[in-house]
T-cell receptor, first 113, second 114 residues
Framework: AQSVTQLGSHVSVSEGALVLLRCNYS??????LFWYVQYPNQGLQLLLK??????LVKGINGFEAEFKKSETSFHLTKPSAHMSDAAEYFC???????????FGTGTRLKVLA | EPEVTQTPSHQVTQMGQEVILRCVPI?????FYWYRQILGQKVEFLVS????????KSEIFDDQFSVERPDGSNFTLKIRSTKLEDSAMYFC????????????FGPGTRLTVL
């Protein structure tokens, strides 16, 4: 079955440090890949998406992600964390023919002053 | 900027009661979805809807659930007889294209079943 794994339900980084949030998918067919951010008591906001164009995808708020087919990964990075990045981050996949999103379990990012 | 809206933001109901959660998708979108997120858990797909019919549904979406697009703007999720385990945040989403399937999410309705 198709699934998404996000390693680390909680990640803490210092302000200014690199942010790395991991996402791996399991599928034999090329997926569409997404990262969403959820701030407390708010909905899901798209950070970036991979749709089979460039493997390095740049998103909003300085985030980027790289699609690595050989590793079935789509990790989210940001060079320098900001306090405002504290939120929950969800990786999601969808596939041609179904289009529903399959979400990972989420990673709560904490940014330490 | 166009956005998906949902009402109410919070609904409290008694077990066994019917609830209707409402969504207004982005106006030129054609594909609609409902997801739910039980507190502390991941977001789960419930149902997708296109051309006035269900395209796909999950095993969660049993006979207690139904969806409807009663007019040109609203998209509703009805739970006929709520259970305690229906307590969750329900998100509506819409998209205009299946090709890249970027879904735009509403802010959610928090349903609390007592």
């Amino acid at each position: 079955a198709q699934s998404v794994t996000q390693l680390g339900s909680h990640v803490s980084v210092s302000e200014g440090a690199l942010v790395l949030l991991r996402c791996n998918y399991s599928s034999s067919v090329p997926p569409y890949l997404f990262w969403y951010v959820q701030y407390p008591n708010q909905g899901l906001q798209l950070l970036l998406k991979y749709t089979s164009a460039a493997t390095l995808v740049k998103g909003i708020n300085g985030f980027e992600a790289e699609f690595k087919k050989s590793e079935t990964s789509f990790h989210l990075t940001k060079p320098s964390a900001h306090m405002s990045d504290a939120a929950e981050y969800f990786c999601a996949v969808s596939y041609t023919g179904t289009y529903k999103y399959i979400f990972g379990t989420g990673t709560r990012l904490k940014v330490l002053a | 900027e166009p956005e998906v809206t949902q009402t109410p933001s919070h609904q409290v109901t008694q077990m066994g009661q019917e609830v209707i959660l409402r969504c207004v998708p982005i106006s030129n979108h054609l594909y609609f979805y409902w997801y739910r997120q039980i507190l502390g858990q991941k977001v789960e797909f419930l149902v997708s809807f296109y051309n006035n019919e269900i395209s796909e549904k999950s095993e969660i979406f049993d006979d207690q659930f139904s969806v409807e697009r009663p007019d040109g703007s609203n998209f509703t999720l009805k739970i006929r007889s709520t259970k305690l385990e229906d307590s969750a945040m329900y998100f509506c989403a819409s998209t205009d294209s299946r090709a890249y399937n970027e879904q735009f999410f509403g802010p959610g309705t928090r349903l609390t079943v007592l």
